[in-house]
């Protein structure tokens, strides 16, 4: 199987993970019964993830159109598997050695700014192409998480480590 096959079908199963999430939180009781404002609904986040996922999807499978050229740059030299292991490295360690160990803003702010390096840092690439990366996963991992933290203090007044 190629990789744009595997993206395919990822993608369709995502797509169709999303749209699961999205019927079943519309489909979730309102609690308009016990008075309770109707923006406030239970399924509200569910949607909003599903269609977030659909989404996410739909950019995977549209990508998978790509030219060996153009994936050429996304594809670390091990291939897939070093990719789903230090994936699921970077993960495991953000949630359980930096969530907690420093302020949620801070440890989402290292976790997304290594993650996106280690993805899109091109180490044989001109020095100008380096400093483009390094500045654009700094901005990317502050946008995170900031836009992550006020996300879950303002609007699910949720209190953050």
């Known amino acids: 199987m ?37 923006a406030s609904i239970p399924g509200l986040v569910p949607i909003i993830l599903g269609l977030l996922l659909a989404l996410c999807a739909a950019l995977l499978f549209l990508s998978s159109f790509k030219t060996d050229d153009q994936r050429r740059a996304l594809v ?3 291939g897939s598997w070093a990719r789903l292991g230090l994936t699921a490295a970077i993960c495991t360690l953000y949630a359980l050695g930096l969530v907690g160990w420093l302020p949620y803003f ?11 390096l280690l993805f899109s ?21 502050a946008g995170v998480a900031l836009g992550s933290s006020l996300l879950f203090e303002k609007l699910f007044l949720v209190r953050l480590p």
Do not use: K, N, S
Request: glycine residues 8%; hydrophobic residues 60%; contains cysteine.
């Open 2 to 38: 190629t990789m744009a096959m595997a993206d395919r079908l990822t993608a369709g199963l995502l797509f169709l993970l999303g749209l699961a999430l999205l019927v079943g939180g519309y489909t979730m009781d309102r609690l308009e019964i016990r008075q309770i404002h109707p």
């Open 76 to 78: 670390l030299a091990d």
């Open 106 to 116: 801070w440890a989402t702010f290292v976790f997304a700014t290594c993650f996106a």
């Open 121 to 141: 840092f091109p180490p044989a690439g001109a020095r100008r192409a380096q400093v483009i990366a390094v500045l654009a996963a700094l901005a990317l991992g």
